[in-house]
């Protein structure tokens, strides 16, 4: 691929990346007004915690599975398939009007906006050899927290003039363009791969070996679907659409319910509920559901193919065992307790989804997650990634919560303290990824987090006079923010580097889960921890109504959770620093992806 077309395609896919993490803190924002959009009054905010979980649920839950279905496909058909999981899920978000169509319209934005983050990192790894991908992976690293920062920011200028709904719908037409760029921009099909083999072969590194693919001989054939006649195909092509347009069409109005429809006595019994109150339960909305069961029946033989490549129990087992984690931690009141009302269930589930999935893999003739695709070295990558989300969420969430105990910063002042460290984590991505063209990833990586640890160290003695000094204040979360950025391209390029090229999507994955466990379960840890020290010296105080004796309680609570994180950070880089200043390239022949679908 010619060096503009291929950076064009990156700064796409980055893009898109962009726009998913914008996604997941512009709820925060409008997440009083979803409420009542469907019917929650705000005295009932535990209610609306499956919105936030939803996303995290399909973020997380999925994404080995989508990681592995980028190893067999082309990478872009990927970004294709999640963008439009994604705009579909925009869409349903933005014409909910009950909680459990909002909740279902999430979960479809976690997964589109989830698996574009590996599929996009396991573009890097193709179109870049080992020595050139650090910027690259800088630079998907640097938009991805860049989208964390522009998230609040775009989601308020939008409900300063509009509803909660029209960030949805913003997203919807986002992701169409995204779509079409991405489709322009990619190459029509792959060329033909050998099967392949079972050697695994350590190399090392070439300026051409991890992105080079053995060039199609004339009897080589590529795994595609038998085609039919040229007429046939063109009526199948005519009846998909049809199938796709009705379906989508009919879905739309069940779910808008147009005023002038509904209210009418003959055109309003399509929209009348067969039980309940759910439009999906409505003549229009089961219309919509059959029509959109037909058109996967008929486009059965383009998908089937892959799925049957895919460990699909497998995947199930992991959609189990992660989904079990995420709502046993991410539903959880952190005043009252660590593990959420469903967490007794959950993780007792979660644990035999785990048992079964670690004997099943070593059973499987093809495991979704391919054998050896984690050697030491990627293993190593994947702790230091779990650590960076334990490091990272303990900023994230208790910098805006040390400035509100404070009488200087109101909600809007708070976030634009935590803006300082926001803006610095992208740049130190860009220089962390900048960097390996010259230095390993462990002396990166390692020398970040040691730079985050140091910071977060003297966080954990700020008091709130400390916070309101502003110079001092925004040179610590600099450091700290620069820091945790350097280590996020080392880290992925560790994995890359350790893993086959086959399956350099399930590798890209396991990354980015490791990082969003590590920020679920930290803050759940670190919060319950901090609340234990606030209990215990509020339990100190001789008069329960002074006020500030409780806000000094309040400080403790956000000096430990601070000190909790530079643990984390500090952990994280003696990892980091084990995974060597040399790469070393593995050279595997590729598995052959199907390029028909």
């Known amino acids: 691929m ?18 998913a993490a914008a996604d997941t803190y512009v709820v925060v924002l409008a997440l009083t007004d979803m409420m009542a959009g469907v019917g929650i009054g705000v005295d009932a905010l ?104 522009l998230g609040p920011v775009l989601g308020a200028v939008i409900l300063a003039w509009s509803g909660w709904r029209a960030i949805f719908w913003a997203n919807v037409v986002a992701g169409l363009i995204l779509y079409a760029a991405v489709r322009a921009l990619g190459p029509r099909s792959l060329p033909a791969l050998p099967p392949l083999t079972s050697s695994v072969q350590k190399a090392a590194p070439s300026a051409t070996s991890s992105v080079q693919k053995m060039p199609p001989s004339p009897t080589s054939s590529v795994q595609k679907m038998p085609e039919a006649g040229p007429g046939s195909g063109r009526t199948r092509r005519v009846v998909v659409w049809v199938l796709a347009v009705l379906g989508l069409g009919l879905g739309w109005l069940g779910l808008a319910r147009p005023e002038a429809l509904v209210s009418d006595v003959t055109l309003g019994v399509p929209f009348v509920p067969f039980v309940g109150a759910s439009p999906l339960l409505t003549p229009i909305g089961v219309s919509a559901l059959m029509l959109l069961l037909l058109l996967a029946a008929v486009t059965a033989s383009r998908w089937w193919a892959v799925l049957r490549r895919v460990d699909l129990l497998g995947a199930l ?59 030491q070295r990627g293993l190593r990558s994947l702790f230091v990634s779990l650590l960076v989300g334990a490091a990272l969420v303990a900023v994230v969430v ?20 935590l803006v300082r460290f926001l803006l610095a984590v992208p740049v130190g991505a860009l220089v962390g990824g900048w960097s390996l063209r010259r230095l390993g990833d462990g002396a990166v990586a390692g020398f970040g987090l040691l730079m985050a640890a140091a910071g977060l160290l003297a966080m954990s003695g700020w008091t709130l006079d400390s916070i309101q000094d502003a ?50 379960v930290g803050l759940a840890l670190l919060t319950s921890i901090g609340l234990n020290r606030y209990f215990e010296a509020a339990r100190r105080i001789p008069d329960p109504l002074a006020t500030d004796a409780l806000v000094a309680a309040g400080v403790v609570q956000v000096q430990t959770v601070f000190l909790g994180g530079a643990v984390a950070a500090l952990l994280g880089a003696v990892i980091a620093f084990t995974l060597g200043s040399r790469r070393v390239a593995v050279k595997v022949v590729d598995e052959p992806r199907f390029v028909g679908l």
């Open 398 to 417: 208790d910098v805006p919560v040390l400035a509100r105990l404070t009488d200087a910063y109101d909600e809007t002042g708070a976030a634009l303290v």
């Open 471 to 520: 110079v001092p204040t925004t040179l610590v979360l600099i450091v700290v923010g620069l820091g945790m950025g350097l280590a996020l391209a080392p880290v992925n390029n560790a994995a890359l580097a350790d893993s086959p090229e086959h399956a350099h999507g399930v590798a890209s994955a396991l990354v980015v889960v490791a990082r969003m466990v590590g920020m679920v």
């Open 317 to 375: 087992l992991v959609a189990i065992a992660l989904g079990s984690l995420v709502l046993t931690f991410a539903s959880s009141d952190p005043e009252k307790e660590v593990v959420g009302p469903w967490g007794l269930a959950l993780l007792p589930l979660g644990a035999v989804a785990l048992a079964v999935l670690l004997w099943w893999h070593g059973h499987a003739t093809d495991p979704l997650i391919p054998r050896r695709v984690v050697g």
């Open 2 to 19: 010619p060096s503009s077309r291929r950076h064009a395609l990156l700064a796409t896919a980055s893009v898109a990346v962009a726009l």
């Open 46 to 149: 535990q209610r609306a915690t499956p919105i936030i979980s939803g996303f995290l649920l399909g973020y997380i839950a999925v994404l080995p599975l989508i990681g592995r279905l980028s190893d067999l496909l082309d990478r872009r058909r990927v970004l294709l398939g999640c963008l439009v999981v994604f705009v579909v899920g925009s869409a349903v978000t933005a014409l909910a009007t009950d909680l459990g169509i909002l909740v279902g319209g999430r979960v479809l934005q976690g997964i589109g906006g989830g698996g574009l983050v590996p599929a996009t990192l396991a573009l890097v790894a193709d179109l870049w050899p080992p020595d050139r991908r650090g910027t690259p992976l800088g630079v998907v690293g640097a938009v991805q927290e860049l989208g964390s920062v």
